[in-house]
């Protein structure tokens, strides 16, 4: 048998052309804020929506697609991530701001759509500063802090689907909930619109201040972390229960749980995502045996573990 019978055809040669950057085989730890992970088999980043749905609708069924932002709430398992991983970047961050109305691209900064809302003395939205990650994953999850949730403002979301189409669909569509969204798996957000009020910027600045000392009072922000690792279950908060397991300071590898904040877990320096995903499991153990209650993974986990690694 030949030699070139033997290679096998790489993904990306089976997938349409495209406007933005594509790429095999490429790395994904240094897009994720735990700094650790596999490859992408493929890696896409589209130029714009149009060039988004075009790609979609003209992609093989049969391969799967994952989207990921900045990877701030995201572990990606050391084996990498089959398929194509869609990366929002440049062409969906833009922010704008008119009559009480902040549009944005998925791809911006929860941070920047706060300090956008601010110089436009827009006030509402002073709790995205603290939300360490993009607008498309805090649709996706309801993300929330400091006493409000992204459905408490939202407007209308704009995505593509799988196949290529496009939706936009008002807040009371997603039905979204704590953590949640019931909006299709197979959907990639855009854009949203979220909704304000008049405000005085001095008085927002002081605010989205106020909110980044909370965080740099209480929180590991300077690590490498995912942000929290556990939603909080009904009626109890995830920290206490996994301080009260003794989980604080606990280390598997180069994994550790926080010990400022221990709903937290921290790459020391040299954490494999098995490491960081492990250490979840046992902190999970950990608490179902000690308070009976089973903590959910807040951190999204994609990817395969790497050869040998248990699934």
Same mark, same amino acid.
Not at 25 to 36: G, H, I, K
């Given at each position: 048998?030949?030699?070139?019978?033997?290679?096998?055809?790489?993904?990306?040669?089976?997938?349409?052309?495209?406007?933005?950057?594509?790429?095999?085989?490429?790395?994904?730890?240094?897009?994720?804020?735990?700094?650790?992970?596999?490859?992408?088999?493929?890696?896409?980043?589209?130029?714009?929506?149009?060039?988004?749905?075009?790609?979609?609708?003209?992609?093989?069924?049969?391969?799967?697609?994952?989207?990921?932002?900045?990877?701030?709430?995201?572990?990606?398992?050391?084996?990498?991530?089959?398929?194509?991983?869609?990366?929002?970047?440049?062409?969906?961050?833009?922010?704008?701001?008119?009559?009480?109305?902040?549009?944005?691209?998925?791809?911006?900064?929860?941070?920047?759509?706060?300090?956008?809302?601010?110089?436009?003395?827009?006030?509402?939205?002073?709790?995205?500063?603290?939300?360490?990650?993009?607008?498309?994953?805090?649709?996706?999850?309801?993300?929330?802090?400091?006493?409000?949730?992204?459905?408490?403002?939202?407007?209308?979301?704009?995505?593509?689907?799988?196949?290529?189409?496009?939706?936009?669909?008002?807040?009371?569509?997603?039905?979204?909930?704590? #953590?949640?969204?019931?909006? &299709?798996?197979?959907?990639?957000?855009? +854009?949203? %619109? =979220?909704?304000?009020? !008049? /405000?005085?910027? *001095?008085?927002?600045?002081?605010?989205?201040?106020?909110?980044?000392?909370? #965080?740099?009072?209480?929180? &590991?922000?300077?690590?490498?972390?995912? +942000?929290? %690792? =556990?939603?909080?279950? !009904? /009626?109890?908060? *995830?920290?206490?229960?996994?301080?009260?397991?003794?989980?604080?300071?606990? #280390?598997?590898?180069?994994?550790?749980?926080?010990?400022?904040?221990?709903?937290?877990?921290?790459?020391?320096?040299?954490?494999?995502? *098995?490491?960081?995903?492990?250490?979840?499991?046992?902190?999970?153990?950990?608490?179902?045996?000690?308070?009976?209650?089973?903590?959910?993974?807040?951190?999204?986990?994609?990817?395969?573990?790497?050869?040998?690694?248990?699934?």
């Amino acid at each position: 048998m030949a030699a070139a019978a033997l290679v096998r055809n790489h993904l990306i040669e089976r997938l349409p052309p495209v406007r933005g950057r594509i790429s095999a085989d490429a790395p994904l730890a240094a897009t994720t804020w735990f700094r650790a992970g596999g490859l992408a088999e493929v890696l896409f980043k589209p130029a714009d929506a149009d060039d988004l749905a075009a790609f979609l609708a003209g992609c093989p069924a049969d391969v799967p697609v994952t989207v990921i932002g900045v990877g701030s709430n995201l572990l990606v398992r050391d084996g990498g991530v089959p398929g194509v991983v869609v990366r929002l970047a440049r062409g969906f961050s833009e922010v704008s701001c008119a009559d009480g109305l902040v549009q944005a691209g998925a791809a911006a900064l929860d941070l920047n759509v706060a300090l956008s809302a601010r110089d436009a003395g827009v006030a509402g939205l002073e709790f995205l500063s603290g939300i360490p990650g993009t607008v498309g994953g805090a649709l996706r999850m309801n993300a929330g802090a400091y006493g409000h949730e992204v459905k408490d403002v939202l407007v209308e979301a704009a995505a593509v689907d799988r196949s290529g189409g496009r939706h936009s669909v008002p807040a009371e569509g997603l039905g979204l909930s704590y #953590r949640h969204s019931d909006a &299709p798996s197979d959907w990639i957000f855009t +854009g949203a %619109t =979220f909704q304000g009020e !008049p /405000g005085d910027p *001095a008085v927002i600045g002081a605010r989205i201040d106020e909110i980044a000392r909370l #965080r740099a009072d209480s929180q &590991p922000v300077r690590a490498r972390t995912g +942000g929290s %690792t =556990f939603a909080n279950p !009904p /009626g109890a908060k *995830a920290w206490e229960l996994i301080d009260r397991a003794g989980c604080r300071g606990l #280390r598997l590898g180069g994994a550790q749980v926080s010990e400022k904040h221990c709903n937290f877990l921290i790459n020391t320096g040299d954490a494999t995502a *098995a490491d960081l995903e492990g250490l979840g499991e046992e902190v999970r153990r950990r608490v179902l045996e000690t308070s009976g209650i089973e903590l959910a993974w807040e951190i999204r986990r994609i990817g395969v573990p790497a050869a040998g690694e248990r699934a």
